[in-house]
């Protein structure tokens, strides 16, 4: 199906025509990034935008099968490129502020990706001891923490790397190795290991 349009695409999903509004990217159509109009006065502000159920449904169900392959023998989440693909999924377009955990086993496969905590557009409340108690509930070996700014900042706070210290700290006494944190806009991925911040 390569070689179909993005229209006849959506044609084959929906079974209806015209679904697909050129001016909108198949990231917004799928809920993976936010819609923007820019104002009479030349201000780029968020568009209301209906994301039909069927495409949220696309989405998760594409989610779901991704992670079921990384859970498969031979398959890990040790690649960075990885990771950023799978967070895409989970944390895209989002309004609100998430904190994600991916755990992983002695091999680096994937045991459970999860939303720990939810907060505002602006900021969410991280609790280390739930964070442990999990952890050890999988018997996981090592863990991503991921979250998500959408202000559209991919830049770490001061504020995300003292949570990643403290993090590190308190998973290191349970033998649980934190290999990354990663901030997930709209647009992009920063991960904290490739910039040197843990």
Known sequence: MKHLTNVELLECFTGLSAVFNPSNSLAELFGLRRRYRVSESGVAEEAVQY???RFLAARELFRRALEETLK?????LSS?????????????????ESFVAIWLDAQNRLIASMEMFRGTTTQ?????REIVRTGLKLNASAVLFAHNHPSGSVEPSRAD???TSQLRQA????DIKVLDHFIVTDT???SFAESGLI
């Open 188 to 190: 992009s991925i920063k």
């Open 72 to 76: 498969e023998p031979g398959e890990h």
């Open 161 to 163: 790397e003292m949570l």
């Open 51 to 53: 994301v039909p159920d």
């Open 124 to 128: 969410t409340s991280v609790y280390p």
């Open 80 to 96: 960075p490129e990885a990771v950023k693909s799978f967070l895409r999924l989970f944390l895209g377009g989002q309004e609100y």
């Open 171 to 174: 998973l290191a006494l349970v």
